[in-house]
T-cell receptor, first 116, second 108 residues
Framework: GAVVSQHPSWVICKSGTSVKIECRSLDFQATTMFWYRQFPKQSLMLMATSNEGSKATYEQGVEKDKFLINHASLTLSTLTVTSAHPEDSSFYIC????????????FGPGTRLLVL | GQNIDQPTEMTATEGAIVQINCTYQTSGFNGLFWYQQHAGEAPTFLSYNVLDGLEEKGRFSSFLSRSKGYSYLLLKELQMKDSASYLCAVRGGNKLTFGTGTQLKVEL
């Protein structure tokens, strides 16, 4: 399976600041990456699909101007939470889809964001 | 859209067998996945079903009935390390929609 890393694993920031989270596909060139958010005791919710070389596709209810996604290369996608607020505190997870739809997505280890 | 239901919590005894059910209603179906997630970690893949029937993989088996919109994950010979959240996820197109997860507690 694909190996996916995320950085940072933990971040604490003040309200109003911006935070960038990196997702790297270490052994596979990913034209598509996915960003999820998971609140405590809830399931993963897809935020957006990141497409290499083009604009991300956002799910309904996700503010594209607040959650900026850049997929500049086949191995790196970044999610920037702009003007973060305490309600943005969550577990952010990225994933890659290596090949055909018969395969699972492979998930990064996640980034825990705490906004004070 | 997708609607996926799972029990919130289950408790079972070490060495026993437990079945975690998942029902779904979808506008498109391209496979059903089961994942295990320990607290604070990312999900790890357990099984995949796209055709009706049972898929067996070691201590874990997963069943799918597309006509009934139903799946279950069967865990045998439970171990303490199996205590985790188990997520049912349905793929429609290239997107995964997750259920809320079933928190399994394995007791001695």
């Amino acid at each position: 399976g694909a190996v996916v890393s995320q950085h940072p694993s933990w971040v604490i920031c003040k309200s109003g600041t911006s935070v960038k989270i990196e997702c790297r596909s270490l052994d596979f060139q990913a034209t598509t990456m996915f960003w999820y958010r998971q609140f405590p005791k809830q399931s993963l919710m897809l935020m957006a699909t990141s497409n290499e070389g083009s604009k991300a596709t956002y799910e309904q209810g996700v503010e594209k101007d607040k959650f900026l996604i850049n997929h500049a290369s086949l191995t790196l996608s970044t999610l920037t939470v702009t003007s973060a607020h305490p309600e943005d505190s969550s577990f952010y997870i990225c994933s890659v889809q290596p090949g055909t739809t018969e395969e699972t997505q492979y998930f990064g280890p996640g980034t825990r964001l705490l906004v004070l | 859209g997708q609607n996926i239901d799972q029990p919130t919590e289950m408790t079972a005894t070490e060495g026993a067998i437990v079945q975690i059910n998942c029902t779904y209603q979808t506008s498109g179906f391209n496979g059903l996945f089961w994942y295990q997630q320990h607290a604070g970690e990312a999900p790890t893949f357990l099984s995949y079903n796209v055709l009706d029937g049972l898929e067996e993989k070691g201590r874990f088996s997963s069943f799918l009935s597309r006509s009934k919109g139903y799946s279950y994950l069967l865990l045998k010979e439970l171990q303490m390390k199996d205590s985790a959240s188990y997520l049912c996820a349905v793929r429609g197109g290239n997107k995964l929609t997750f259920g809320t997860g079933t928190q399994l507690k394995v007791e001695l």
